[in-house]
C-alpha cells in the first residue's frame, strides 16, 4: 500500500487546505497587527499589575517569602474535596508535593515571572514565548480552583500564540524576530549572509 500526504479530492490531488480569509487576515497580514497591540498590551498591563503588587509584599519574596504561597496551595488542596471537585485529584499532590516544600522559590519565581511576561508582552518583544508561559501560568491557576479573570487571559494568550507572526509587529518584534529568527527558521544573525537576497525575509 502507497502512502501519501496528500488528500484526494474528486479525483483532484490537494497537498494545503486553505485558510479562510479572516483567519488569514487576523493571524498573518500586519495591516491587522494593531488588533494584536490592543490585546497584548491589556495582557501584558494585568501580568505586570499583579507582579508589581507581589514585589512590594514581604510575604512574596522578603522577610516571609513564600507565605502568600502556602496559603494559596493550602487553600487549593482543600478544594479537593466533595462530589464536585474545584481541584483534581492529581494536581492537588502536584501542589503538596512539589510547590508547598518550596513554597519560598516558588514565591521568586511566580513574582518575576508575572512582571517578565507582562513586561515582553507589553514590549512587543518575544511576544509569542510570553504568551506561552504567561498562558502556562493561567491554566495553573485554574488547576488550582482560582478562576477570576484567569480564562479571559489565558484565550487571550492563546489568540496571541497563533498570532505570532504579526502580534509583535507594533513592537520589539519587528526588528527582534527577523534578526533572531524562530527554531525552525533562523534570522539574520544566525545565517550567512546572502548578497544576492533582495526581499524581506518572510517567516512561516
Known sequence: MKSTNS???SNKSVEKLKNFPITDALFTKTRWAWVWLI????????WLKEGLEKLESA???GSNSGAEVVEFVTDAIQKTGGEHAEVLGFYARFLETVILPNA???G???????ILVGAA???GL???IAAFFGSFMNLNYLLSGSVAINPIMLILAVFIILAWRTAGWWGADRWVLPAVGTPWQPGRIFQKEDKNRT??????
Request: aromatic share 28%; proline share 3%.
Open 7 to 9: 488528500i484526494k479530492l
Open 126 to 128: 518575544f511576544t509569542w
Open 39 to 46: 490585546a497584548r498590551v491589556y495582557l501584558g498591563y494585568e
Open 121 to 123: 508582552l507589553i514590549l
Open 104 to 106: 519560598k522559590i516558588w
Open 59 to 61: 510575604d512574596w519574596i
Open 199 to 204: 526581499e524581506p525575509q518572510q517567516y512561516k
Open 108 to 114: 521568586y519565581f511566580v513574582v518575576f515571572g508575572e
